[in-house]
């Protein structure tokens, strides 16, 4: 009843192929957009945008990132982490080298670097599929960790090891740094977030992002089509992590305002490829559903006992959560192995008929 | 059998008051195959076979099971290589040929078991085969600007064409994996017609199919040679499709070709007969 599209007619292919071709969905973006723009600083404490609001967007934007390669391209990566890191320490040292230029422009240029990056390591994905392709992307992990453990030319040679957010300023307003207060680091975040975001709606529904699809569902047929494998994986694998490198920056540089090895290992490569899953492969709304689930459910677990009065160990609540998160995934992925951005569609076929189905 | 001789006599004598070429539909040899012969190991899926397609016409290549007309299209479309024989497409020598150099100059194809991008939707995988004509950058693609605007649009127009064509309006957003048997193989055969092909390599485009879908993929190669004037290369099981469709016939059996003439020359072909019927051995 709510959610109907009787009567909104097209007359142009132009309308017909917006990215919300239907006006309930077009509202219900106007609305989402409100509340992330305009109620959520509004009503939200520090707290709430440090450390549910700002990490939510930076791991939605590397969530797409993935989402780009092993969702539509159909290329599995674990080595995301690595590549986030690769946008961090290059957004570092950009900063280092030209401490003038505004921060935004290195964190977008940072990007490149992991997308220069992804593409060497895209290099094998001609020859190698699935597990194996896996396999090589883990030993990317691993080799972008040393380096940035080794390397000390990446940290400034500091003692600590670690790179380190010195403030940042646009229009004489910090956004970054300590002194950076956390609503203008949110917005910036949404800000690059919501663009970025645009970009992928836009690449995924072209020329593109068929090519991808193709290669993805069936590539012997998309080479007969006459599309090339080998430049359309490594566009995939370059696209996809400058989105993690964008991120990765955000996440050094907007959020964390430090950063050493640990912050990129291995681990940070499977939550990101939980999200993509949990979310829904090939579905952009799916990665933000992902990062919604899988970064807010132990915030949330955490926050529980407190909330109804039971007194129980700070150790405790964290097995508790590991084990409820666990739990939680599993029973999502057998209701629906196809993610969440599924079960949106789904849910939208319903309410087409509701409350009269036939 | 000298019945059927003379039969066929009488047909040949007919045969230039019915000639297609009269017409003009017909016209220049588009593509020659040379002396052709592929093997896997120590198989040999095709020995030393050599037919031409012209310009315009239902060329059909039959024969039994594994008698190497599928590998002779994966030839032709350069995904398999030959290790002897040339192609010569339009005048050029391609040996050997590639995919992307078939797609470029116009060879479309469809499969025998369909290869559908299955997660898109029919719309999504019609337009995979206008990809080649797509040349918009990726800036422009990811800032819906220019290009990245102008050539969605106009490719859209397109393929709604052959949407409407192949009267598959309904399901133009439906996912491909949850269309049933036979649209999918239409909507294989519009996703080869985007290309806007010169030369059009069907598959067994019916196999597995009733008589009334089998009547409608006719018509609809009927319709794409007649009024596109596309080549049509055509790999078919049933008789009764093959002799009302083509223009000449090409006969293998294992790997070798048996026979090679209009439709009523090669039914009445002792070799061909054989090959299908088998012979009385003594």
Same mark, same amino acid.
């Given at each position: ?35 992330a ?102 030993a ?32 004489d307003?910090?956004?970054a ?24 709606l ?15 569902d ?70 933000f ?44 992925l ?6 969440f ?18 | ?27 220049d ?17 095709i ?67 369909? @290869? ?6 029919? +719309? !999504?995988?019609? /337009?995979? %085969?206008?990809? &080649?004509?797509? #040349? ?29 064509f ?25 996703r080869?017609? @985007? ?6 390599? +069907? !598959?067994?485009? /019916?196999? %597995?199919?009733? &008589?009334?879908? #089998? ?68």
């Open positions: 009843m709510l959610y109907r599209e009787t009567g909104q007619f097209k007359t142009t292919y132009l309308a017909d192929m917006a990215i919300f071709p239907i006006r309930q969905d077009y509202f219900l973006m106007i609305g989402i957009l409100l509340f723009y305009v109620i959520a600083p509004l009503v939200m404490n520090d707290f709430w945008l440090n450390s549910i609001m700002i990490p939510t967007m930076i791991f939605a934007l590397a969530a797409i990132g993935l989402n780009i390669l092993t969702g539509y391209t159909g290329q599995l990566s674990l080595g995301h982490g690595g590549f986030m890191g690769v946008g961090a320490y290059a957004c570092y040292k950009l900063t280092s080298y030209f401490p003038d230029v505004n921060i935004i422009i290195h964190i977008f240029l940072s990007g490149f670097f992991a997308a220069a990056v992804g593409f060497v390591f895209g290099l094998p994905s001609l020859r190698i599929k699935g597990f194996y392709l896996a396999v090589a992307t883990l990317s992990q691993f080799f972008l960790e040393w380096a940035f453990g080794r390397i000390a030319w990446l940290y400034n040679y500091n003692d600590s090891g670690a790179i380190e957010v010195s403030s940042r300023t646009l229009f307003i910090p956004i740094g300590a002194s950076a207060e956390p609503v203008t680091r949110y917005f910036v975040v949404l800000a690059i977030v919501t663009f970025l975001t645009w970009i992928a836009n690449l995924v529904r072209g020329r593109f992002g068929r090519c991808w699809m193709a290669v993805r069936m590539d012997i047929a998309a080479e007969l089509i006459g599309i090339k494998l080998l430049p359309t994986k490594l566009l995939a694998f370059s696209v996809s992590s400058y989105y993690a490198g964008v991120a990765g920056a955000l996440m050094v540089f907007m959020w964390l305002g430090a950063a050493e090895v640990e912050s990129f290992d291995i681990n940070h490569s499977f939550l990101i490829l939980f999200m993509v899953i949990i979310g829904g492969l090939g579905s952009i709304l799916g990665s559903l992902g990062a919604i689930f899988i970064w807010n459910l132990p915030v949330l677990l955490r926050a529980i006992p407190d909330m109804i009065g039971v007194n129980i160990g700070a150790a405790t609540v964290e097995h508790m959560t590991f084990m409820v998160t666990g739990a939680l995934i599993i029973f999502f057998i209701v629906e192995p196809h993610g951005a599924r079960l949106w569609q789904i849910t939208k076929e319903k309410l087409r008929l509701w409350p009269f189905p036939y | 059998m000298n019945d059927t001789v003379s039969n066929n006599d009488q047909m040949a004598a007919g045969a230039p008051a019915v000639d297609p070429t009269a017409g003009g539909r017909i016209g040899v588009i593509l020659r195959v040379n002396e052709i012969s592929l093997s896997f190991g120590g198989v040999k899926a020995n030393d076979v050599s037919f031409d397609i012209k310009k315009g016409e239902v060329r059909s290549i039959i024969g039994p099971n594994g008698a190497g007309k599928s590998s002779m299209l994966n030839c032709i479309n350069g995904f398999y290589q030959p290790q002897v024989g040339h192609i010569w497409y339009d005048g050029v020598d391609y040996t050997p040929m590639r995919p992307h150099l078939a797609a470029e100059n116009g060879i479309a194809r469809t499969f025998q078991n369909i @290869a559908l991008f299955k997660g898109m939707s029919t +719309l !999504d995988n019609i /337009m995979t %085969g206008r990809i &080649l004509k797509q #040349k918009a950058s990726l800036l422009e693609q990811a800032l819906y600007i220019g290009r990245g605007k102008s050539e969605e649009l106009e490719h859209r127009a397109f393929v709604e064409d052959i949407i409407d192949l009267e598959i309006q309904a399901i133009r957003r439906t996912p491909v994996g949850r269309l049933p048997y036979g649209l999918q193989k239409r909507v294989e055969l519009g080869a017609l @985007a290309a806007e092909p010169t030369l059009l390599l +069907l !598959d067994e485009p /019916m196999a %597995g199919m009733n &008589l009334e879908e #089998k009547e409608d993929m006719s018509r609809y190669i009927i319709d794409v040679n007649e009024q596109y004037g596309t080549t049509i290369a055509l790999i078919e099981h049933d008789m009764g499709v093959v002799m009302d469709l083509s223009d000449r016939v090409v006969v293998l059996d294992h790997g070798s070709k048996l026979a090679d003439g209009t439709p009523d020359e090669v039914s009445a072909n002792q070799n061909v007969i054989d090959a299908y019927l088998g012979v009385a051995h003594e």
